[in-house]
């Protein structure tokens, strides 16, 4: 991910010059269904990598990557904390501050604020689960202007309360909250069971 940082931080220079601010504030729903996960964000986005663990997506001033990884043992707020610190130099960042998100429904939410070095802004939230041994990154490139909508972005995850995460799946990706939901209804009609068939009485010509 750091190399494609670098990759568009001439898009990122150029954009400085412009007002921010551009992105719809209309939002499209995904929903990771493997680990029950549903998050928002600005429609016309453009999906550059989606795998079981990963998922990343782009507009013209904001990028946004999403990293799934399993609970380390030990001092959770000193691990996570070290991690952001370390993700934060790894992106060579500089003014780096504790951020004060919180998402609702989760454990906890650790993140760090910092500039990067065209100038544009990031932050990286790591989001702990309460039911799963999930921990879930959230990393935004941003430009000034949009760091409303970055909150939003990240204040949106949630675990569906009325469901179990859907571990059979093992390959699934994300996917926008409609496919998943024409994917739910076909496996539960796959699911529910048929009645047995009746036996055709036979009748004398």
Known sequence: ????????????????????????????????SRYDLSFETPDNGFVTFNSPTRFEIQWEDM??????????????????????????????????HDGKLKVKGFKKTYSIDGTMPDG??????DIVSK?????????????????EIV????????????????????RQKVQPRHKAKKQQSKQQREETPRPPAKKEKLYDA
């Open 120 to 125: 544009s802004r990031a932050v990286i939230a």
């Open 151 to 170: 909150e939003d972005m990240v204040k949106s995850f949630a675990e569906n309360k009325q469901q179990k995460p859907n571990h059979e799946q093992k």
């Open 1 to 32: 991910m750091k190399d494609r940082f670098r990759l568009i931080a001439p898009l990122f220079a150029l954009l400085l010059m412009f007002a921010a601010g551009t992105v719809d504030a209309r939002a499209t729903i995904y929903n990771w």
């Open 63 to 96: 990028v946004m990557t999403v990293q799934l990884y399993s609970k380390d043992k030990g001092d959770e707020k000193k691990l996570l904390n070290e991690n952001l610190q370390r993700k934060a130099l790894g992106y060579s960042m500089y003014d780096l």
């Open 131 to 147: 039911k799963q041994n999930l921990i879930i990154e959230v990393t935004v490139n941003y430009l000034y202007g949009n760091r």
